[in-house]
């Protein structure tokens, strides 16, 4: 064996030692699990949830760092760049990881620059207007609408927002609404509630709320199932719309490049606080559903984010949808 031959072979066994090292050490000090919006919202409460539960499974301190701005791509730029050693972990939706990329104009492909981890929650959109409209099911709207192209108002959080994208979508499909942005979900349900406004579309979780005090009309949740807090509101499929479906999904992310034995350690961890007890009921408290074990896996993930950019972004692009 030459001399240049042994140094290589001993180099090389070197490097893979202290790479199984590491994995094997992981995680090696704490983790951060960026939050890509500011304290006290959604996702920051969904992903501070799973954060102190996943890390009692992994024994080690999960710190959340919120990184708010740009529609959550500010930190997502942030975590590509982080090193890929399972040491930085990134909660995100539809929004962040879809929608924001194409209403931005960004040249970035989530779907393949991350390493999914596991889905974690749902919450579909439901389907509400102002009490005083005249129509008492949602084929009612879809009528209304076609009579009159245009003239049914519709509140949207803002440009690029799923409920934006949502009403897009419908223009698109059944016939133009009147499209009113706001600075946020809340003042656009203030106006609908107010009666300003005829129709808009709101996460189930706090429209569904407002339907049951009496506030707005429900008309259909977006999803494939009904919602259990509201088993008497139809989905779009019974009450005419069919596959009209929209669920403001969370779930994790890592750098991609990742090792997948990491990858399937928090994976390990996310499934195990999923299955808690505690976790299920406080998810459920606040509307999510959370995915069937087998939903829960990296690539279940992967294929589901794959097929929200096929549906989402041509939408986007032939509205012609910018955010500001």
Not at 37 to 62: C, H, K, N, W, Y
Not at 195 to 210: E, I, K, M, P, R
């Amino acid at each position: 064996m030459t001399h240049f031959l042994l140094k290589f072979l001993v180099a090389s066994a070197t490097v893979l030692a202290a790479t199984f090292a590491s994995a094997q050490a992981w995680p090696a000090r704490p983790i951060a699990l960026v939050v890509p919006f500011a304290a006290g919202g959604p996702t920051d409460t969904i992903g501070r949830l799973v954060a102190e539960r996943m890390s009692r499974s992994l024994g080690q301190t999960i710190v959340v760092e919120n990184v708010a701005g740009a529609g959550g791509t500010i930190a997502n730029t942030r975590v590509l760049k982080a090193p890929a050693d399972g040491h930085t972990v990134i909660i995100g939706h539809l929004g962040t990881h879809v929608l924001a990329q194409a209403v931005q104009g960004l040249n970035v492909d989530y779907v393949n620059d991350f390493d999914p981890v596991a889905m974690v929650a749902s919450n579909p959109q439901v389907v509400v207007s102002r009490n005083e409209l005249p129509a008492r099911t949602l084929q009612d709207i879809i009528a209304l609408a076609k009579a009159a192209p245009g003239k049914l108002t519709y509140a949207t959080g803002g440009p690029g927002t799923p409920s934006h994208v949502m009403a897009a979508h419908f223009s698109q499909i059944v016939a133009p609404l009147n499209i009113v942005h706001y600075k946020g979900a809340a003042p656009a349900m203030q106006d609908v509630m107010a009666g300003h406004v005829d129709l808009s579309f709101d996460q189930a979780v706090t429209g569904l709320n407002f339907a049951k005090n009496g506030k707005v009309r429900a008309y259909a949740v977006t999803s494939k199932s009904r919602v259990p807090s509201a088993p008497d509101v139809p989905t779009v499929d019974e009450a005419g719309l069919p596959g009209f479906y929209m669920s403001i999904w969370h779930a994790l992310w890592v750098p991609k490049g990742t090792p997948q034995d990491v990858v399937a350690k928090l994976n390990a961890a996310v499934r195990e606080t999923l299955a808690d007890p505690a976790i299920r009921k406080r998810l459920a408290d606040m509307g999510q559903e959370i995915p069937a074990p087998d939903q829960q896996a990296p690539e279940v993930l992967r294929a589901l984010h794959k097929a929200e950019v096929d549906k989402w972004h041509p939408v986007i692009k032939s509205a012609n949808i910018r955010s500001n």
